[in-house]
């Protein structure tokens, strides 16, 4: 039987993804998640299931989840489910449990210091097991299985590198935007640098030429890889995606009190990554052109070969 693998697009997918290897489940599984430019790149050639979408607290697309994992579940083809979120694992757990299958949660890198929303519902569905990638809130149900930041590595390079290459991603989130920083990045970078814009749902007034909203996985992938420096919003997609390309990105948190976002977890993810040296963290209102250069004499690679995740029984 089969391990069926469950995320949100974004983050959580690219959290996943790069955790399968170590899940020990990669030759035997199928993927569920949402249709979109990130999950037709990133999973290409494997079979995935595409159910509704459903973004932050949205009930609704909770429930339209619910009644596809319903159907995907009814046939009796997997044994287990693991996700990653977010709401989407919930949709997927309850029926799961009702036909006796594992469940596995793994709560997102971004949650430094405790369970999100989506990690303390799914820990009162049960017999659910429960995983941390932080020792430090590992207690109770929540068991410490590993980190997706635990084999990069940054080191400076030799040589100074020219900024002539900007890789601006700022989230693909309908209901968040990231205007803060689009206005000082439109102030700041050089006007003759080549600069790909990512920018989701963000516009402002006189917006930089060449915005797109989307930018497909390949095709970010290789832009990264292409770039003397990354500027990213603080989620861990975008963390994942610059490490991938060898770089430490510019790493910039959305805050609540702007508007940004639904709590400040991006500040406590930035906080943390910044202190591995994997990211050179910064407000929206404070990047500077000094950044662009320190960021880009670094470079991100493995460490060694990575620990299979640790599974409690």
Known sequence: MT?????????????????????GVQDDCVWATFDSPQSRSLLDGQEVIHVPPATTRDAVGALRDLLAARRVLGGGRFRQVISTGASVAMSFFLPAVRHGLACHYIESATRTDG???????????????LYTQYPGWAAGRWAYGGSIFDTYLATRRVTSRPVSRIVVA?????RFGFPRLLRRLVDVLPPEAEVL??????????MPAGTRRQVPYAEMQQAMREADVVVTHAGVGSALAAMRAGHRAVYVPRRRRYGEHVDDHQVAMARELDRRGLV???????????????????TVGASGAPAPFRWTT
Do not use: F, K, N
């Open 197 to 206: 814009w990512q920018v989701g749902s963000t516009v402002v007034p006189g």
């Open 3 to 23: 391990t069926l693998l469950v995320a949100s697009t974004g983050g959580h997918l690219a959290e996943l993804h790069d955790l399968a290897p170590r899940l």
């Open 170 to 174: 700022l989230g693909t989130h309908d």
């Open 115 to 129: 369970p999100s929303l989506t990690g303390r519902l799914v820990a009162r569905v049960p017999r659910t097991r």
């Open 280 to 298: 050179l963290a910064r407000e929206a209102d404070e990047i500077t052109v000094d950044d662009l250069a320190e960021a880009a004499s670094w």
